[in-house]
DNA sequence: GCACACACGTGACCC
DNA sequence: TGGGTCACGTGTGTG
């Protein structure tokens, strides 16, 4: 058995390249491929030979097909789970379940800090609420374009006389936890310099900007003033 | 080269139960092994035969700490996504991908109207903010008990005699689209009977109560009413 | 018997 | 050169 098992490995090198015609030629030259040893080593359990190779044949096809369809999933998860490209297939399974329980984790924390983090790319919230101004929608879009992160979304709205701005944020790749804060930081200092621009702190007490997992909630700043 | 095939293979089984042992009895019994065939058939083309035996019997023992790995991995994603016991390789990896490719769409939407969809289970966001009294809580738990959810985190904050309450709630398991409205829609009744019972709506006008994407944010009630 | 899925050892290839 | 991964055919078990 061991012989067969070294003459089909060999010629299904070909049957690869040639598709079914294959399966003729290795009808044609079953024999040849059992002749090097003499006696019917072990084959000699089952039907004719032919039979047996025809067996063998779809046998091996089916489990190639079998080995396909795991690597095609295995590639789209690569796609799916970033810088996992050149990955050895033990790696690449070890990145999805981080990945999975990276996306997991924040699934069940929903809004809890305003901040979601996807594999080294952060999604920033922010939320800002003030007096309203004439330029202020064009402040704050100047404000956010110079800011390294793009804007997914963006809510406003107005309500006697004050605004109310939401914007989900993220960045444009991946970042380090060091830059992480370094751009959260920066973002919630230039939303505070939107802020002062409305007008000084004496005259707009009421204003608030929640940025990252510290937030000044328009509930709070509300109700302390009324 | 087909026989020494064979014969490691009833070999291996035993060296993974003795580990290390299997290498010397290998090594003494190498001769044995390959002793059927007369002539060294193939073999001659590498080195010693009891040196060709030992590497393939590191190779043999690397690729099977290989597939292990892969196994290892293969199980534990298993137990990170529903319902994949019993299910076939090539399947598990299909449902990560579905899994994941959810989970990743959800992530870039995040609050966006305080409900998380996962896989068929519901992640749903309410939060409540009125006038405190006294068993306000009690309330409110057996209201949150009565519901067909578990909630999975929950957030109070008192101030001024106001009180702000933050539940995130799960389905117990898969729910279909008409079953989540309909969940939906007797949380937010339920909660409104609970601020129905604070007091009097003119008595209360700044009461507010988001739920699904409907929501009396705090701000718009609490700015009407100031 | 047939179809399917899995684990295994092995040749080829790459550092 | 070894130590690693990969694809392949095959043996084997399950329905």
Redesign the pocket.
């Known amino acids: ?1 061991g012989e ?6 060999s010629f ?2 070909f ?2 390249s040639f598709g079914f015609n294959a399966l003729v030629l290795d009808g044609g030259k079953g024999e040849l491929v059992r002749a090097p040893v003499g006696p019917p080593v072990v084959a000699g359990k089952k039907g004719t030979p032919a039979a047996v190779a025809a ?6 096809e ?3 097909r ?2 396909e369809r795991i ?1 095609s999933h295995l590639t789209t998860l690569r796609s799916l789970v970033p810088c996992s490209d050149k990955m ?3 790696s690449l399974l070890a990145k999805v379940i981080t990945h999975v329980k990276d996306l997991k984790r924040h699934a069940t924390e929903p809004d809890e800090d305003g901040m979601h983090v996807n594999n080294g790319i952060f999604l920033i919230r922010a939320s800002l609420c003030c007096e309203d101004r004439p330029d202020l929608l064009e402040d704050l879009k100047q404000t956010l374009a110079n800011l390294p992160l793009k804007t997914l979304r963006a809510e406003i709205s107005t309500l006697g006389g004050r605004v109310r701005n939401m914007f989900v944020m993220a960045t444009e790749g991946k970042v380090t936890e060091i830059e992480r804060h370094l751009i959260v930081s920066s973002a919630h200092q230039a939303l505070k310099s939107v802020l002062d621009r409305v007008a000084s702190p004496e005259f707009s007490p009421r204003s608030s900007l929640s940025c990252k997992r510290r937030r000044i909630s328009s509930f709070d700043s509300l109700s302390s003033s009324s």
Chains 1, 2 share one sequence.
Do not use: P, V, W
Not at 4 to 9: D, K, N, P
Not at 55 to 60: D, F, G, I, M, R
């Open positions: 058995m067969t098992s070294f003459g089909f490995s299904n090198g049957s690869q067996a063998l044949k779809s046998h091996s089916a489990e190639r079998r080995r690597n050895d297939k033990a």
